[in-house]
T-cell receptor, first 114, second 110 residues
Framework: AAGVIQSPRHLIKEKRETATLKCYPIPRHDTVYWYQQGPGQDPQFLISFYEKMQSDKGSIPDRFSAQQFSDYHSELNMSSLELGDSALYFC?????????????FGPGTRLLVL | GQQLNQSPQSMFIQEGEDVSMNCTSSSIFNTWLWYKQDPGEGPVLLIALYKAGELTSNGRLTAQFGITRKDSFLNISASIPSDVGIYFCAGHLGNEKLTFGTGTRLTIIP
């Protein structure tokens, strides 16, 4: 079965640079979630989109923005990168219109800020 | 905000032993999910629970949605080496973000 696809899998940036992470949800899924996971931590919710509209917002820095496109893929844009932004970034998708919600996670993007 | 307390934090067991871990919440949830995460990989969904009192199995895994809607447990029977990893419980009240537990790191001693 098709899973959530994230790209790139690994990314190295320097401080103050920008980064764009991409997420392709499972086909037919209408909702995308972004999470950040630091070393030894549980995933922390950043932001979500349902049918291309922002549906919920968590602890996402103002330097970050995201959107969901007409084909339901989503991009997380990160600017003015800081050392503390180094983490695993996960995208999850779900089919909200289909009933009880279950989120399926992608393999993640490991971001290293030097 | 909501907090999920997951215990134990870590477990060291021998192959073939049974494993039990649980999560408790300060608030009620409508959905409990259990995930397994290998290092550097995304969480993989193991079991989803949607109704209070629900008991669901997936192979050697069994999970229950507590009747108070504030807790859930996961049991793994007859552990095998590939069970090693970090197990997270997660819950949500409605169509919203997941709140994750602190994780249980499972190590199998040869």
């Amino acid at each position: 079965a098709a899973g959530v696809i994230q790209s790139p899998r690994h990314l190295i940036k320097e401080k103050r640079e920008t980064a764009t992470l991409k997420c392709y949800p499972i086909p037919r899924h209408d909702t995308v979630y972004w999470y950040q996971q630091g070393p030894g931590q549980d995933p922390q919710f950043l932001i979500s989109f349902y049918e291309k509209m922002q549906s919920d917002k968590g602890s996402i820095p103002d330097r970050f923005s995201a959107q969901q496109f007409s084909d339901y893929h989503s991009e997380l844009n990160m600017s003015s990168l800081e050392l503390g932004d180094s983490a695993l970034y996960f995208c999850a998708s779900s089919y909200l219109a289909g009933g009880p919600e279950t989120q399926y996670f992608g393999p993640g993007t490991r971001l290293l800020v030097l | 905000g909501q907090q999920l307390n997951q215990s134990p934090q870590s477990m060291f067991i021998q192959e073939g032993e049974d494993v039990s871990m649980n999560c408790t919440s300060s608030s009620i949830f409508n959905t409990w999910l259990w995930y397994k995460q290998d290092p550097g990989e995304g969480p993989v969904l193991l079991i989803a629970l949607y109704k209070a009192g629900e008991l669901t199995s997936n192979g050697r895994l069994t999970a229950q949605f507590g009747i108070t809607r504030k807790d859930s447990f996961l049991n793994i029977s007859a552990s095998i080496p590939s069970d090693v990893g970090i197990y997270f419980c997660a819950g949500h009240l409605g169509n919203e973000k997941l709140t994750f537990g602190t994780g249980t790191r499972l190590t199998i001693i040869p």
